[in-house]
């Protein structure tokens, strides 16, 4: 499985799409067949690069949600203003190319052979790396403790829904915890709002297992979290992070 993070060292490679799965009214994923691809890991992204009839070209990256071994794919959040995810989650078909580099990141990345408990907070899409560090621990019969927690805004922005409700339901040591920050569905007894001190507090593991801890979403929620398990005692070093901004679509 590939690791580089050197750009410089990648090329751009032909895609072909071969399925398109929407994951919430604005977010869908792109299944992709890469023949050149060389492997990837859980946590990796990939530049992808779109080119019009005069020659104009804009690019941008997107995390890697499948596990190593199976099709390639990514989920793509449509940003209003956006001028690269419209395309992608509106106009892109099944048969239709697409240009990729990649994979690329080699610090937030997690190798299912590592035997260490692992904690997953996400916010947002920020999620799509996390589901596929947790699809890797599924396709590898991983027995790891592993814990998700993802922050979203409602119902309607969540991501992976069924695919997450069954995870949850297995009693393989993968706990799964939702936390909606605007409104919660219908029959939703835990607290809702921002993931504050108390709220992480009782969705996480003491900070004495020290858990490798991975912590991925827009910019102040990952600064958020990763001070307030600091101050829970996480030490700062067991802990990596991948943030993204508004023009990041």
Not at 55 to 76: D, H
Not at 117 to 143: C, D, E, F, K, Q
Request: charge should be neutral; glycine fraction near 12%; hydrophobic fraction near 35%.
């Amino acid at each position: 499985m590939a690791g580089t993070t050197v750009l410089g060292r990648l090329t751009w490679r032909a895609a072909q799409v071969v399925g398109l799965r929407d994951e919430s009214p604005t977010a869908r994923t792109l299944v992709l067949d890469v023949p050149s691809w060389p492997g990837h890991l859980p946590g990796q992204h990939v530049d992808v690069r779109l080119t019009a009839e005069d020659g104009y070209s804009a690019q941008r990256s997107y995390s890697i949600a499948s596990a190593p071994g199976s099709r390639l794919e990514l989920t793509v959040q449509r940003l209003a203003d956006g001028e690269v995810s419209p395309y992608l989650t509106e106009e892109l078909h099944e048969g239709d190319p697409l240009e990729l580099r990649g994979p690329i990141g080699g610090w937030f990345v997690w190798r299912p052979e590592a035997q260490e408990p692992v904690l997953l907070i996400g916010g947002g899409s920020g999620v799509v790396p996390l589901m596929a560090m947790v699809r890797t621990r599924r396709a590898n019969g991983g027995a790891v403790p592993m814990r998700l927690v993802y922050s979203t805004r409602e119902p309607d922005t969540l991501l992976y829904r069924d695919e997450l409700a069954r995870l949850g339901e297995r009693d393989d040591g993968l706990r799964v915890d939702l936390v909606y920050t605007r409104r919660a569905p219908q029959g939703w007894t835990d607290p809702v709002g921002r993931l504050g001190a108390a709220r992480l507090a009782a969705l996480t593991p003491r900070a004495g297992d020290q858990p490798a801890s991975f912590v991925c979403g827009p910019t102040g929620f990952v600064e958020s979290v990763a001070n307030l398990l600091i101050d829970q005692g996480y030490r700062p070093e067991r802990i990596k992070t991948e943030r993204f901004g508004p023009t990041g679509n």
